[in-house]
Structures are given as C-alpha cells and as structure tokens.
C-alpha cells in the first residue's frame, strides 16, 4: 500500500511541481510559539525539539490506529496521502531550475547569483559572491534540495509510514523556517535521519552515472561522522557525472545532466521497491 500511495504522490508531484494547497507550515510556526510561551521552565533544546516534532508525530500516530481499528482503511489511505504530500519539499523546484539555468545561458552572473540563494542549504540565504562560490555553492545545494524534496521523504515513508514521513519533514522545517537559529539539535537529527538515504542515492547515482569515479569520490566518507549530507551529494554528483571537483563546469547542461542523474536514481529505487512488494 506504501508503494502505491508513494506512485501517486510522485505522479501528483511531477503533474502540479509546486503543492502549496497541502504544504501550508503556518501551523508549525504557531505551535513553535505556543510552546515558547508555555515554556518557563529553561526546558532543554533538546526536549523542546521533542516537544515541537514528537507531539504532532504521535498523534498522528494515534489517529492511524484509530483507523486501522475501525477498519476505515479508505480514510487511512487518503490520510496517508496527504501526509507525504505534504512531507515533501517546498517551491516549485523545477521553475527555479529553468530560471537559473536560463542565467547561465544568458552569462548572468548577478541573476544567477539571485536565483542559485533558493537552492541554498543554509536555510535560504544564498553566500556565494563569485562565479566560483556560485558553483561550489550550487553542486552542494542543487542535489540537495532535490534529494530532500523526494528521495528522502520516499524513504522514510515506505520503510516507516508517514509518520516518520511527518517527522523529517517537521526536523527540514525547522531550520528553514528559522524556528530557533541558536539550536543545533535539529541540525544534528537531521543529519541522522539523512545519513542512510543520502548515501543509498550516493550509491544509486554511481549505478545509473560513472561507477567507478562515484564509488571513487565517496569510498572514504561512505562511514564518516562530519560530511554533511550537501557535501556527500557533491561528490557523488561528481563523481557519477565522470569529473573531478575542479573539471566540472557550471553551465545549463551539467545542471540538467544533475537533474537527469537524480531522475534515473530515483526510477531504478521505485523499480526497487516495486520488485520487494511484489516479492513480499
């Protein structure tokens, strides 16, 4: 049933690109503040992080085992839905793919510099301010944003449901909506709810690219502790795409050859998963 709700979801996400009409985070913002002012205990980071991701993934939790034991399976499964609709990521991903790209055709530096700030994995703030920044920046937070808008989000959801679906998403939310700039144990979780995925596309990426100059690049961080999972994606893009860090070129075709590697990863894991269902 997972694979199912998951094909539709990629189908309703590929058809709309941008679901703004289930993706609303207000919400988020106000239960953040609520617990703000309830708080007046100096509660650690850590159990107020619990408090703002755990509460909402309990009870949604709980309203699916509801469900389940009045057999409303339906309503489940629509619930589902919704739920990893609204866990994947945020902006219409590709409209920002074809306006930077159409910067790059055009050599505009200033504009690609403006519209590359979107893909930015510190939270939306784009730093680079040269045409070199501009393509260390963009090999790190491009396949990331796509990474966490998809690949990430899948699975978690077929391996654990939506509520695990819900959690990441609520862990990304947190720091790219700013809730509380000062905590890093959301950035921790995060990369710990990351590290597994990123490194199964890692090895994806190199099957359906260049598998040796992949497996190359990430051998010796496949186990490390400090790799953030932008820098992970950098070198395995690379790698699959048969260059080395500094060969690579920033322009409108490497950038689709980028979207074109997480596109293949991403169909031979939903040939993956169809083939354990159907085994199972």
Not at 42 to 58: D, Q, T
Not at 206 to 229: D, E, H, M, P, Y
Request: net charge neutral; glycine share 8%.
């Amino acid at each position: 049933m997972n694979f199912l709700i998951a094909l539709i979801a990629i189908i309703l996400l590929e058809a709309y690109s941008e679901l703004g009409f289930v993706q609303r985070d207000g919400w988020l913002r106000k239960w953040h503040k609520a617990l703000s002012v309830l708080d007046t205990s100096g509660r650690s980071s850590l159990m107020a992080l619990a408090l703002l991701i755990g509460a909402p993934v309990l009870v949604l939790h709980l309203v699916f085992s509801a469900l389940a034991q009045q057999n409303m399976g339906l309503i489940s499964f629509l619930l589902e839905l919704l739920i990893l609709l609204y866990a994947l990521g945020r902006g219409n991903l590709d409209t920002q793919i074809v306006l930077f790209t159409s910067d790059l055709q055009r050599d505009d530096l200033q504009a690609a510099l403006h519209d590359a700030a979107v893909f930015n994995t510190a939270y939306r703030e784009g730093r680079a301010e040269t045409a070199e920044d501009l393509k260390a920046e963009v090999f790190t937070a491009l396949p990331y944003r796509i990474f966490e808008r998809s690949f990430v989000v899948i699975f978690w959801f077929f391996f654990f449901g939506a509520p695990a679906a819900l959690a990441y998403r609520l862990m990304a939310l947190h720091g790219d909506l700013g809730l509380d700039s000062k905590d890093c144990q959301a950035v921790k979780w995060l990369w710990l709810m990351e590290w597994l995925p990123v490194r199964l596309l890692g090895l994806t990426v190199g099957l359906v690219g260049n598998f040796s100059k992949a497996a190359g690049s990430t051998r010796q961080l496949i186990f490390s502790r400090r790799i953030g999972t932008g820098d992970f994606l950098r070198q395995a893009i690379k790698g699959a795409l048969g260059e080395s860090d500094s060969s690579v070129p920033l322009n409108p075709l490497t950038i689709n050859a980028v979207v074109s590697l997480f596109g293949r990863a991403m169909t031979a894991w939903l040939v993956i998963i169809a083939i354990l269902v159907i085994l199972s």
